[in-house]
């Protein structure tokens, strides 16, 4: 069996590529997974024009910033087996399981974690449409940044696009890149309850231990707040994309119909 890897520093993006448009950017709030999943699927299909938009190149890269409901959600890595809890106590914690289209394993969502999820057709980023390598290196550079602001020591996931500390995995990533649009993007723990975090696994790098998710708060020893963290994630993920400008703004790009709620497996598949 070939030695567990060790963690390592994670490389400053790569230089070039310029984005075209500005970085539209939407403090959420607490938001259901239907309700997420309804926005993704939305989002995506505006980004390269496949819905009505203003534009006809589609949608501005928008970034969605939002703390989930509890729940645990299970990408194309993870599995059943990666949830150490069965399903009476599921049940009775009110958790739900949700298998999505998104990249990266199970992870458990709730208060005290920030969902950073950024849609962009990849050539809106400077890039080109296949250049997938490229975009994951820039937006994980992004969390490192923001979490480096925070104090902690950020350093590459081995075998794996997370971001991890001393506790476990800090930012969990699970981007999806379909026909040239990025979806998706990653959870950070913050401050979350860290009772149920040992019973998921959320990376299982080839050749070294399944991790799972610590929290900045657990490895700085200190109190962080949200909205810190919020601030630093906007800026940085911006900054990794060195987007021309950024437009802050409260609440949904929309409102989500009644219609557009429990539509959790069409939406989850849409990237």
């Known amino acids: 069996m070939p030695a567990p890897s060790s963690p390592t520093p994670i ?25 997420y999943a309804a926005l993704a699927e939305r989002l995506a299909g505006q980004m390269s024009g496949g819905e009505s938009t203003a534009t006809p190149q589609g949608r501005e ?15 194309r890595l993870g599995s059943r087996a990666d949830v150490a809890l069965g399903d009476d106590d599921l049940r009775a914690r ?10 990266g394993g199970a992870v458990l969502h709730g208060p005290g974690q920030v969902c950073v999820a950024l849609f962009a057709a990849l050539e809106d980023l400077g890039l080109r449409r296949d250049d997938v390598g490229g975009y994951v290196a820039r937006f994980r550079a992004g969390l490192a ?9 950020p350093q590459l996931d081995p075998g794996g696009h997370n971001v991890r500390g001393r506790t476990g995995l800090l930012a969990a990533v699970g981007v999806a890149v379909r026909r040239g649009v990025a979806c998706h993007g990653a959870f950070v723990n913050v401050c979350p309850d860290p009772e149920l975090q040992q019973r998921i696994i959320t990376s299982r790098p080839a ?12 490895d700085v020893q200190r109190r962080v707040r949200l909205p810190d963290a919020r601030a630093a994630l906007v800026r940085h993920v911006g900054e990794a994309f060195a987007f021309p400008r950024t437009h802050v703004q409260s609440g949904f790009p929309w409102a989500l119909s009644p219609a557009g709620r429990g539509r959790t497996e069409v939406a989850s598949r849409a990237g």
């Open 94 to 103: 009110g958790l739900t399981l949700r298998f999505t289209g998104r990249g």
């Open 207 to 218: 050749g070294a231990p399944a991790l799972t998710m610590g929290s900045v708060q657990a």
């Open 145 to 153: 940044a923001a979490l480096a602001t925070l104090r902690c020591g």
């Open 61 to 75: 890269p928008t970034l969605v910033i939002c703390e989930l409901e509890p729940c645990i959600t299970i990408g």
């Open 11 to 35: 490389d400053s993006p790569p230089s070039g590529a310029v984005p075209r448009r500005a970085l539209s950017v939407w403090l959420a709030g607490a938001i259901g997974w239907d309700d």
